[in-house]
């Protein structure tokens, strides 16, 4: 079956820190990759995506993400994190030739940010 | 800002309570769907539909039954809730004049006592 596997549950860093958000996924085939995030309180929001092209993606707020096929990864990346960006992070994966649309998420990763 | 609206927010009820809860899109997406999330845990499919009449079930196995009588229109409906129900409930819609790419309501949180 296939899945998607976000290694860190919860991270905790300082404003300015680094960030990268591991996510690997299990399907051979042709992808589509998205992140999604929920800030406290709002509803899940597309943060940036992957459907061809360049495989490294910019999204909104400053954040990244590089697809490297060959690891069936789509790692999240921000250079400088601020106390806004606190939310909860989730990875999904679109791996449906039938073109329904339908996405595997993983298991989410909160991201506490301290001022 | 996408348009997509659940009602009721919040909702506490008791065991054995029919229920219904409301997702509509204003955006003119052929396709909706309907996620349960535990807290801390992954969204999982539990309804989809690509269109009006047509509707399947998830990855998830569900008690609840959906509808698709109209484009906009996508309700969930529990016959006799239970403690297990217990969850948040969130509707999605997506459509090739968006790309594609769902857009999330702001969910459902379902206490069933």
């Known amino acids: 079956a296939q899945s998607v596997s976000q290694h860190n549950h919860h991270v905790i860093l300082s404003e300015a820190a680094s960030l990268e958000l591991g996510c690997n996924y299990s399907?051979?085939?042709?992808?589509?990759l998205f992140w999604y995030v929920q800030y406290p309180g709002q509803h899940l929001q597309l943060l940036l995506k992957?459907?061809?092209?360049?495989?490294l993606v910019k999204g909104i707020k400053g954040f990244e993400a590089e697809f490297i096929k060959s690891k069936f990864s789509f790692n999240l990346r921000k250079p400088s994190v601020q106390w806004s960006d606190t939310a909860e992070y989730f990875c999904a994966v679109n791996a449906d030739s039938s073109n329904t649309g339908k996405l595997i998420f993983g298991q989410g990763t909160t991201l506490q940010v301290k001022p | 800002e996408a348009d997509i609206y659940q009602t009721p927010r919040y909702l506490v009820i008791g065991t054995g309570k029919k229920i219904t809860l409301e997702c509509s899109q204003t955006m003119g997406h052929d396709k909706m769907y309907w996620y349960q999330q535990d807290p801390g845990m992954e969204l999982h499919l539990i309804h989809y539909s690509y269109g009006v009449n047509s509707t399947e079930k998830g990855d998830l196995s569900s008690e609840s039954t959906v509808s698709r009588i109209r484009t906009e229109h996508f309700p969930l409906t529990l016959e006799s809730a239970r403690p297990s129900h217990t969850s948040q409930y969130l509707c999605?819609?997506?459509?090739?004049?968006?790309?594609?790419?769902?857009?999330f309501g702001a969910g459902t949180r379902l206490s069933v006592l």
């Open positions: 992957y459907f061809s092209g360049d495989p």
């Open positions: 999605a819609s997506s459509g090739l004049q968006g790309g594609n790419i769902q857009y």
């Open positions: 399907y051979g085939g042709t992808v589509n």
